[in-house]
């Protein structure tokens, strides 16, 4: 039996690892692979079946977990964007050595645009690198039925197995059809008999130099097999024979229909482009490949593509681009390109506790100081100057040490302020501090502590005393972990108060000048996109006093309210009452008092 | 078909493309369609893309949408490039919703007119999968464009 539901790619993902009896999911949100998590974590709710779905601290720990949890035979899967493949890249490149011992899969998205990610990077490249097998799916409805795929061979090779998806294809929606989930059989995990009689095996395990040859070998052939049956699949009857994998497949296939090129063109799917098999390709006239966003298919195979300009090395493979591909291969006329006007740049929610602290921070250090930010909804503080560099998870803490250490080192006398989310802190921000702590780096470092990961869509983070199935987990505190290092100046204050926060950090700006130590101030204010965090935040309704507003714009260049907006006619300011969230914040920020508060409610609005 | 919705967070572009995807499905349709949320939250850019009845991908070609519907009137500029026909409610429209009904059948209302307007869907589809308050606020804002009987493309300002 099967039903029709309407999934995002994502959705798809998880409905695809659950129904293959996934039961150990971890992984760390980052757009756009965010969602294949949670919706796993709805099917548990929802068919209470055991297992662990949650989030971990990073990749890298998500991954060895998984991995290890694979090794003791419970089908395991974790998921990631792809700069977190990056990060957990080491324990990628091991498992495949290794090799799991019940279905193990590794999601990762990649982001060709990019949207919103460092880098384009093809993580087809990296399942190459690591010598894993890589599924590419080109549908909402493939990217289930891979999912299941991949997890099946991983259980007949003992292979990790790369489920790679793009941006187009985790936010991408389809209604699909999918077997129905009988939870009571097909659900239950079948590894306790297993379990029982696990034994060790450390020449594998904890194998020696000597031992990995040998598992390198083995892994070899385990590759070699898979090739052998990964078979191209062919659709129309060209021949221009045009190769490709993902999404871009689908686009290929509608232009073709649109344009009537089925007897011009063959279009080859490439499900598995790695490990591939070279086949014959003597009859077309021409071979081509087009895929997001490296050359894999087409280094393995020795086809046209990037190599010679046809298909762009950088970008997203839109329908547009496909379009112009086709057209450079002399298929269809040149298209005009379409002049796409830009949008208004993304800012900070309105109310955003992250806004009013690093407008403080920004009060108190001045526009010189040298401001290393973050991967998180705080990087857009570059909007208002206060940061300066954007890199990778945790670079924040180690670009504010390594830059500060140069300043000392030549003598010139620069403030460097670091600036991490809790979440990106507790990722990959604790080992730079340490070493800042040990070589006396005489940064500030603000954690800015919203209590979710907030860029993602408010994940749960380590500090969280509950989980999704309302069982008690232990807290973990930040400041601890600060204190622990041994840094002395630890301070905690919530970034509304705004006067508070203005002496903390003066307080700061002298123990650095005095102390020549490293010192970690951190800004407090829960997430206001949550409904909770909305529903609790502090009320504190404000108003332009039009007599008193000059115009001159200080609060939208220097606050960046999106609710604080300009009125082209009368030349002052104006509060969008629909964008408000009533915080108050911007009563601190006019130096003409213009923003008051107001205690009836009323406010002059758009 | 292929349809194109826009507007900002919070402005119901979400729920347009939930209920007509849906009515989509039960008229025995497939749909496929691509959300895309930008970084901000609030007030930010969401637009939905949606074909209904065919195609392989998501994604809607520049210039090749049957018909783009703006729920914000200043993305009208980034709107036109997905195709030339909008759809955009006037001002008296949207102040007839939030006078008629209570504020969280507001976009059920204007979906009453949208579909009313464009005839694209059967209303009683659309009342099929909607419960009761919200089928009341939809054949509202429907008797609403009867009772002016218009036509979008003659009225628009
Ligand atoms: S989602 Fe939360 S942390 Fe991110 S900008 Fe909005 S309020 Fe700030
Ligand atoms: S509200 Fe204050 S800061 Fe903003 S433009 Fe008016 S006077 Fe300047
Ligand atoms: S009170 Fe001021 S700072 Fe807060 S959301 Fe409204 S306009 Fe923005």
């Known amino acids: 039996m099967s039903e029709r539901i309407y999934l995002s790619g994502n959705e798809a993902i998880a409905y695809g690892l659950i129904a293959s009896g996934v039961r150990f999911l971890t992984g760390y949100p980052g757009t756009p692979s965010s969602e294949i998590l949670p919706t796993a974590q709805k099917l548990k709710l929802r068919y209470k079946f055991k297992g662990f779905i949650d989030w971990a601290v990073n990749e890298k720990v998500a991954l060895e977990m998984a991995f290890s949890a694979s090794l003791c035979k419970i089908k395991s899967a974790v998921t990631m964007k792809q700069v977190g493949l990056n990060v957990a890249m080491d324990a990628f490149v091991n498992s495949a050595y290794i090799g799991p011992k019940a279905g193990f899969v590794v999601v990762v998205a990649d982001d060709p645009g990019p949207y919103s990610s460092q880098t384009e990077q093809d993580s087809r490249i990296a399942a190459y690198f690591a010598k894993v097998p890589v599924f590419d799916p080109s549908s909402v409805e493939e990217a289930y039925h891979f999912a299941k795929k991949a997890l099946e061979l991983s259980e007949e090779f003992e292979i990790p197995v790369l489920l790679r998806t793009t941006t187009a294809l985790s936010h991408g929606k389809a209604d699909i059809s999918i077997d129905n989930l009988k939870i009571e059989d097909?659900?239950?995990?079948?590894?306790?008999?297993?379990?029982k009689n696990w034994e060790k095996e450390v020449s594998k395990l904890a194998a020696t130099p000597k031992q990995r040859y040998l598992l390198h070998k083995a892994l070899n052939e385990k590759l070699k097999a898979i090739s052998e049956r990964n078979k191209i699949r062919y659709f129309y009857e060209g021949d221009i024979l045009i190769l490709s994998s993902g999404m871009v497949f689908s686009y290929l296939r509608e232009l073709i229909e649109e344009y009537n090129l089925q007897q011009k063109v063959t279009l080859g799917k490439v499900d598995i482009p790695y490990p591939l098999k070279k086949e014959n390709f003597s009859k077309f006239k021409r071979i081509i490949t087009v895929e997001e966003t490296a050359p894999v298919i087409e280094l393995f195979l020795n086809t046209e593509g990037r190599r010679n300009g046809i298909v762009p090395s950088e970008g997203e493979l839109s329908p547009e681009v496909c379009e112009n591909i086709l057209a450079k291969i002399g298929l269809i006329s040149e298209k005009k390109t379409v002049i796409i006007p830009p949008l208004k740049r993304p800012s900070l929610c309105p109310g955003c506790?992250?806004?009013?602290?690093?407008?403080a921070v920004k009060k108190v250090f001045g526009k010189k100081a040298i401001y290393t930010g973050d991967i998180g909804c705080y990087t857009l503080a570059l909007n208002f100057g206060v940061t300066d560099t954007v890199f990778c998870m945790g670079a924040g803490v180690s670009f504010a040490t390594g830059m500060k250490k140069v300043f000392d080192l030549s003598g010139k006398e620069r403030m460097v302020i670091g600036i991490v989310g809790d979440s990106t802190f507790l990722h990959s921000g604790i080992p730079p501090l340490i070493d800042a702590y040990h070589y006396r780096v005489p940064i500030l470092l603000?954690?800015?502590?919203?209590?979710?990961v907030g860029m993602t869509g408010n994940q749960k983070t380590p500090a969280h005393t509950k989980s999704y199935e309302g069982e008690p987990l232990n807290s973990v505190k930040i400041e601890n972990i600060v204190k622990g290092i041994g840094i002395e100046f630890v301070k905690v204050v919530d970034s509304y108060e705004y006067k508070k926060t203005l002496a903390v950090l003066k307080g700061a700006k002298s123990y650095l000048l005095e102390n020549k130590k490293s010192a970690v101030v951190i800004l407090k204010h829960p997430c206001i996109y949550t409904k909770e965090g909305l529903e609790k935040n502090p009320k504190k309704p404000v108003k332009i006093v039009e007599e008193k507003c000059t115009g001159c714009k200080y609060c939208i260049v220097?606050?960046?309210?999106?609710?604080?907006?300009w009125d082209k006619d009368k030349e002052k300011v104006l509060i969008d009452k629909t964008l408000c969230i009533n915080c108050g914040c911007c009563i601190y920020v006019c130096p003409k008092k213009a923003i008051i508060e107001v205690k009836d409610g009323a406010c002059n609005t758009w | 078909m292929e349809l194109v919705i826009l507007g900002k967070g919070g402005q119901g572009v979400l729920f347009f493309s939930k209920i007509l995807a849906q009515i989509a499905i039960e008229e025995g349709e497939s749909v496929k369609a691509t959300e895309i949320k930008g970084m901000a939250k609030k007030g930010g850019v969401v637009e939905v893309q949606m074909k209904i009845g065919e195609g392989y991908s998501?994604?809607?070609?520049?210039?090749?949408?049957?018909?783009?519907?703006?729920?914000?009137?200043?993305?009208?500029?980034?709107?036109?490039?997905?195709?030339?026909?909008?759809?955009?409610?006037?001002?008296?429209?949207?102040?007839?919703?939030?006078?008629?009904?209570?504020?969280?059948y507001v976009n059920t209302y204007l979906m009453g007119i949208f579909l009313a307007k464009t005839g694209i869907f059967d209303i009683n589809k659309a009342l099929k999968i909607l419960d009761e308050e919200n089928q009341k606020s939809l054949l509202k804002g429907y008797a609403y464009v009867q009772s002016q009987n218009g036509d979008f493309t003659k009225r628009r300002d």
């Open chain 1, 446 to 452: 603000i954690i800015l502590d919203n209590e979710t």
């Open chain 2, 58 to 104: 998501p994604k809607i070609k520049r210039g090749s949408a049957d018909l783009v519907i703006l729920l914000s009137p200043d993305l009208e500029a980034y709107g036109k490039t997905f195709g030339e026909k909008i759809f955009t409610f006037s001002k008296e429209e949207i102040e007839k919703a939030f006078k008629e009904v209570p504020l969280r």
């Open chain 1, 186 to 195: 097909q659900f239950q995990p079948n590894f306790k008999e297993e379990l």
């Open chain 1, 558 to 565: 220097e606050f960046e309210c999106p609710a604080l907006i």
């Open chain 1, 353 to 359: 506790g992250h806004r009013i602290g690093l407008f």
